[in-house]
Nanobody
Framework: QVQLVESGGGSVGAGGTLRLSCAFS????????MGWFRQAPGKEREGVAA???????????YYHDPVKGRFTLSLDKAQNIVYLQMNSLKPEDTAMYYC????????????????????WGKGTLVTISS
């Protein structure tokens, strides 16, 4: 069965950086949409970024508007790891961050709903102080 394990969360000040990792196991990482969602206290889970693992000639990634230009997804297919590089962090980025996966490709609206994903990790906490 698919297993997702997140790591890399922590506490940093505004303007800082963090890199989250998601280790994927159980099945091949090929032909999957891998994503990150986050949930702040008292708020609904929201999509952050997603990437298709089967893209060739460059990645096919989608980003939530508030993180565009600050967050970057990348894949290490040899290690089956998905990274979320987070720069210029803001207090409003504070949340539990969850790695998610689904079989098949991503699409432009995939981040609109957590129901679009099939598998979930347990999350890693990110806290940004002002």
């Amino acid at each position: 069965q698919v297993q997702l394990v997140e790591s890399g969360g922590g506490s940093v000040g505004a303007g800082g950086t963090l890199r989250l990792s998601c280790a994927f196991s159980g099945y091949s990482l090929s032909n999957r949409c891998m994503g990150w969602f986050r949930q702040a206290p008292g708020k609904e889970r929201e999509g952050v970024a997603a990437i298709y693992t089967g893209a060739t000639g460059g990645s096919s990634a989608y980003y939530h508007d508030p993180v565009k230009g600050r967050f970057t997804l990348s894949l290490d297919k040899a290690q089956n790891i998905v990274y979320l590089q987070m720069n210029s962090l803001k207090p409003e980025d504070t949340a539990m961050y969850y790695c998610a996966a689904r079989y098949g490709g991503c699409w432009s609206r995939i981040l609109d709903s957590s129901e679009n994903m099939e598998h979930w990790g347990k999350g890693t906490l990110v806290t940004i102080s002002s």
